[in-house]
């Protein structure tokens, strides 16, 4: 089983910046992609952005040209430097792995607990 562990949420003021972390550990295996989705209070999980094993990544609009996601293929884990935050930016994030077992081949998607990002000032 592989676990997603987030950091770096918080509170921020409009224009500023924070910068998540997310780490898979567990079972050992293969990542396609991991990324980053974002849910706030009566709205549906939208994608924020991915990143692939080869480094193509995927953006929403609404967000591209701010945020910029990374990864370290090596140590399992993904980063979303978030700048110029904006007040419609709150939400809860949520880390995203999709990755084949090692062994078996099988796909698999894991989530992470979420963290909250508060753009406020």
């Known amino acids: 089983q592989v676990q997603l562990a987030e950091s770096g949420g918080g509170l921020v003021q409009p224009g500023g910046s924070l910068r998540l972390s997310c780490a898979a550990s567990g079972s050992i295996f293969k990542i396609n992609a991991m990324g980053w989705y974002r849910q706030a209070p009566g709205k549906g999980r939208e994608l924020v952005a991915t990143?692939?094993?080869?480094?193509?990544?995927n953006y929403a609009d609404s967000v591209k040209g701010r945020f910029t996601i990374s990864r370290d293929n090596a140590k399992n884990t993904v980063n979303l430097q978030m700048n110029s935050l904006k007040p419609e930016d709150t939400a809860v994030y949520y880390c995203?792995?999709?990755?084949?077992?090692?062994?078996?081949?099988?796909?698999?998607?894991?989530w992470g607990q979420g963290t909250q990002v508060t753009v406020s000032s």
């Open positions: 995203n792995l999709e990755g084949l077992n090692y062994y078996s081949d099988l796909p698999f998607r894991s």
């Open positions: 990143i692939t094993s080869s480094g193509s990544t």
